[in-house]
């Protein structure tokens, strides 16, 4: 620690070449946080303690078929589950048919099996007792400037009402908020009632797109699942059930494989920066020879003087890349209001972590040619110029 | 003043990059045309080439730096070609799907095919429409299909692994509506039966797709009895007999859409009016080729913001390096560049050289980063979930000439903007005191 003024002067002995360099590190880690945060929000997609909890079932056939409401009471006689909602892809459209609203018919129940969202109790009640009533997200109401109160038109794109009109009316009574990150797409998500749809339209007629149960004990969730699909096991509507989280996993990675992107990125971006502050760590410690060798002159051990050097690479590392990651969280956030659909994760103490580790390693790797080189320094030849 | 100077160079370059990246390739000939004139035919252009060829026969003293300015601009260069391949090779297999001379019926206000459903009676309504193509019989070339989506195991995958695949249960007449399609293995399937004949996409991306398996399509057992290619779309996809698809999902007589042949592009219109005209329907037509473009749009546009915007970054990133480097080349040389100018040679020779010499560099690490994107993702397939469909998509990357091209404009940008500001100080530095310097 008591070098640390030393290091610091002959990291800015040359101003210009420092913070050239100290840019490029600042973009590299920019780009990791970033992309890191795109990665870890894709890997964390469903996975929330709640999340844990609950199953989905849904169809066998595949994810757009419909499964008897009737199963319903069937699910919640397996020893294990607590409680069983369930919920109807609605497909709805507001004011073009091609502005799509993620928007869900669901069961009364629905929202009691997600703790994580926030729903004041006098909308929860207003829900239950308006036939036409919707719960909108917050991020939604915000974008289209809904109020508690107001009518709005809604197009199906999936679904008309009895008389062949596929134009659908419904009142806003409250707002839902994601109090966790991982449902945060319900910030963008529209809850009518499942019983109102069904009435509404003939092409129903009493099936649920799937089922969400939450178990008592999450040790016993493969049980569960298993003796779930059991009840409908060689009928004609067989059933799928998974953890919520395998769920969205196995929807993430039908998506795309961020992880093969990112990492091919990162790959030729941490390339490029080991080679770049590689080389100015060398032209740093080559115009300093013979200021090296006064050192050792002066007493300083090879080790110590290597340790220097070392020391200012990972310095240099430090700075540009803590830069880069605060820099970083600064732009993921306004990704994140930007695209609130798509899972992004905060730039959080993981993220981090990571990119501390790997400041410390490159800075390791790019200071250990010229600090070798530095310690093997001949005090003679050094300062004789040869 | 020193600032505001600065600030002017930093507009005129924005506004030369703007234009440099909107020019087209003929532009670029022109501009290397006038300048390899004023080279060959000026006396500064002479100095100016003279210069050059004495930095870049001193490079070899500089690998090292040097190696930092290619490859930090081959990085940048092959991860945006990269990511612009994919967006690309994304939009390129939908485009291909469709066709201004087949259209696609669907319900009214559906966004996509598989959100469509058209009862039994329109769909024999439909293909009497005017402005549709007929057969050797005289039979209209219009296909009702029904789409759904089925779970599959993937290829490769852990045995609980499955994924989503496009099946699309076809009349006799889709294949004359769809003449790009092939047979090239075993057989097409038999109307009444349970078979399948699936797209090459598919059949990379789900296990058991091979003629003569079995796979449990429903409740049911299916037999693959022959795989087709179209280079489109629809290679991603399972297709089996109508009436018996239709019958395992359940849908009864209703189908999704009905896709025409029509007799010329110009007929769409007047089909599109038969259609608006007839009480009997509620429906709404799209060319093909409109419909998968519209498809295609919001994808590939996130793919392409994503690309650029990455790849801005890493070259903000490339551009500090090639300055690092080019400003300690400029120093390194302060003495001859000095030495020139007192002899006589004036600013703008030595500007032009080391922007040159820049350039060069630039230009290589361009070359390296598009050959690199060119051999590793030319043609490699990745899938995804694509917008309006229920299946996996599988599409390759393309790394077509004019990406090739935006890159090494990209490239030489990031080389100009590097070399620029060194330049100008080896041109600034007073000779005095340069030659004085050790």
Known sequence: MKYLHLIWAALFRRKTRTI???????????????????????????????????????SKLSFIDTLPQGLGAQLEQVPGVKSVAYVNWFGGAYQDPHNQIFSFAVSDNYLDQYPEIEVSPEARQAFNSTRTGVIVGAELAKKYNWKVGDKIPFQSTIFAQRDGSKNWSFDIVGVMRAKEK???????????????????????????????????????????????????????????????QAASASWMKQLADIGLIVGSIMGAVFFTLLLLSGNTMMQAVRERTSELAVLKTLGFSSRAVMAMVLAESVLLLLIGGVLGLLLAMFMVGGMRAQMGNMPISSVDGGIWMRGLLLMLVVGLLVGALPALRAMRLNIVDALAGR | MNFLRNLGWCVGLAIILYIWIQLPWWGLLVLLGVFALWMLLTRRGQQAASIT????????????????????????VGVLVAL???????????????????????????????????????????????????????????????????????????????????????????????????????????????????????????????????????????????????????????????????????????????????????????????????????VEADTTGNYFSKQSEGTSKIIRVIGISVGLIMAIGAMFGALNTMFAAVAARAREIATLRAIGFRGLPVVVAILLETMLLALLGGLLGGLLAWLIFNGYTASTMAAGSVGQLSFAFKVSPELLLSGLKWALAIGFVGGFFPAIRAAQLPVTTALRES
């Open chain 1, 182 to 244: 991982s449902a945060s797409w319900y910030d963008q998500m529209v809850l009518l009632h499942w019983k109102y749809f069904d009435e509404s339209t003939t092409y129903n007629r009493g099936m649920v797109g799937w089922y969400v149960s939450r178990v008592n004990d999450i040790s016993q969730s493969d049980r569960v699942a298993k003796a779930i699909d059991a009840i409908s096991a060689n009928s004609d509507h067989e059933t799928r059930t998974q953890t919520e």
């Open chain 2, 53 to 76: 060829a004495v930095g870049i026969s001193t490079l070899k003293q500089r690998l090292g730096s040097s190696a930092v300015v290619v490859i930090g601009i081959a990085g940048v």
């Open chain 1, 20 to 58: 050239l360099t100290l840019v490029s590190i600042v973009t590299a880690f920019l780009l990791f946080g970033m992309l890191d945060a795109v990665r870890s929000g894709f890997d964390d997609a469903g996975k929330s303690a709640n999340g844990a909890q609950r199953l989905q079932t849904g």
């Open chain 2, 84 to 282: 612009l391949a994919m967006s690309e090779g994304y939009a390129d297999t939908l485009r291909r799907t469709g066709s201004d001379d087949t259209a696609i019926v669907m319900r009214g206000g559906s966004a996509s095919e598989v959100m469509s459903v058209l009862d039994h009676d329109s769909t024999v309504v439909i293909p009497q429409a005017a402005g549709i193509a007929r057969d050797a019989q005289g039979k209209p070339l219009a296909s009702p299909e029904i789409v759904v989506a089925a779970n599959l195991p993937v290829r490769g995958g852990g045995p609980d692994e499955e994924g989503s695949v496009q099946v699309r249960g076809v009349g006799e007449q889709a294949w004359g509506v769809r003449p790009e399609l092939k047979i090239v293995a075993g057989r097409k399937f038999q109307p009444g039966m349970r078979e399948l004949v699936v797209g090459t996409g598919a059949q990379r991306q789900f296990a058991n797709l091979q003629p003569g398996r079995q796979v449990k399509l429903g409740s049911q057992v299916w037999t693959v009895v022959g795989v087709f290619a179209a280079g489109n779309a629809f290679d991603s996809e399972v297709w089996g007999d109508a009436d018996t698809v239709a019958d395992t999902y359940r849908h009864g007589g209703s189908r999704s859409a009905v896709t025409v042949k029509l007799s010329d592009p110009k007929a769409f219109s007047s089909f599109n009016a038969a259609l608006a005209a007839d009480p009997r329907l509620a």
